[in-house]
């Protein structure tokens, strides 16, 4: 098949390396706003660079992959649907509601197939812990405790564009979260801090933040995000049970040690970042994309599923602004 890949940055140009190599992808064509940066990516992995966008719908591609900007994913996801192609998007759909339901409604009356990128759902760990959820082996789950922790701030052009952190970051918890359980989220409760860097204030944003949620079975969630994190990347979850309990993303490379006399020891190589940490997932979701696309597999993300862990981003703001309660059925689903 002959894929189209709209964006060239750090995750593009690893997408594209992915499906250059895959066995099923006969050939690549690449596009960014940035034509230079474009045709090196298309040079390094052996695609051709389109000379803009335009030509991505234009050229015969069989389904598109979007990791442009995030401003930008609304109108290409519609265009992508209205010439009829699989999409598989990064989140988000857009920064906001309005944006996108209206995304969500070009893909529905296309009827077209619409992909989020949600690569924890692809994790080894992650998936080991859905089956333990979903066999019993834990008992009635009663607490779930997910983190999310950069090492460093992203520049601080960025932050204006990225929606916040709950919208940006704490997305993925809440996605993963449903995910794994397999339950609904139903109130929560979060706050927000910003006493680092001025840079957060400025934007109206925080760089630290936690969430309390409920789950439609009684279960409580909490959720903690910040972008200071200096010892490394540390992204996991852990799940309480009345018969086990048990951790995702606890390795060799998790950067955290114990004070305890024969607790875990520092980290020779603490993971650096989201990229080096979800390679694998990353690879298995484009994968799985193709699939969708050759008819021999279901969706395994599609857009509305990406609707609802926004909802929760979205209550979660509400909740810190207004520093109260928020139910997800405040925030309406279209």
């Not at 998936?127 to 601080?156: F, K, N």
């Not at 799985?288 to 990406?306: H, I, K, P, S, T």
Request: hydrophobic fraction near 45%; charge should be negative; glycine fraction near 10%.
């Amino acid at each position: 098949m002959r894929i189209g890949l709209i964006g060239t940055g750090r995750i593009g140009s690893f997408h594209a390396g992915v499906l250059s190599r895959h066995r099923e992808v006969g050939s690549l064509v690449v596009a960014d706003t940035d034509a230079a940066r474009a045709a090196e990516v298309a040079d390094r992995c052996g695609a051709t660079a389109a000379p803009s966008v335009h030509e991505v719908f234009t050229w015969g591609v069989d389904a598109v992959v979007i990791a442009s900007a995030t401003a930008a994913h609304s109108d290409l996801i519609a265009r992508a649907a209205r010439a009829g192609l699989p999409t598989f998007c990064e989140k988000p759909i857009a920064l906001d509601m309005p944006g996108t339901l209206a995304a969500l409604r070009e893909v529905e009356q296309a009827g077209t197939a619409l992909q989020l990128g949600f690569m924890r759902r692809f994790d080894a760990g992650y998936t080991a812990a859905r089956e333990l959820v979903r066999s019993g082996r834990l008992g009635r789950l009663h607490t779930v405790r997910a983190i999310t922790s950069d090492p460093a701030p992203p520049p601080a052009a960025y932050l204006p564009l990225s929606g916040g952190l709950y919208r940006d970051c704490l997305v993925h918890d809440f996605d993963i979260l449903r995910w794994v359980t397999g339950r609904e989220i139903t109130e929560v409760y979060a706050t927000g801090s910003d006493a680092g860097h001025a840079m957060f204030r400025e934007a109206g944003d925080v760089d630290t933040a936690a969430a309390l949620l409920t789950l439609d079975d009684g279960t409580l969630a909490t959720a903690t995000a910040t972008r200071c994190n200096g010892a490394g990347y540390d992204v996991r979850m852990e799940l309480a049970g009345e018969l086990d309990q048990v951790a995702v993303g606890l390795d060799d490379r998790t950067p955290i040690s114990s004070t305890e006399p024969h607790g875990l020891p520092p980290v020779d190589k603490p993971w650096p970042g989201f990229l080096e940490r979800f390679a694998p997932a990353y690879e298995a979701e484009l994968d799985a994309f193709v699939r969708l696309v050759a008819g021999e597999a279901d969706n395994a993300c599609d857009g509305r599923e990406a609707l609802t862990a926004l909802r929760v981003a979205e209550a979660c703001e509400l909740s810190r602004r207004e520093r109260r309660p928020v139910r997800l059925e405040e925030i309406p689903a279209g």
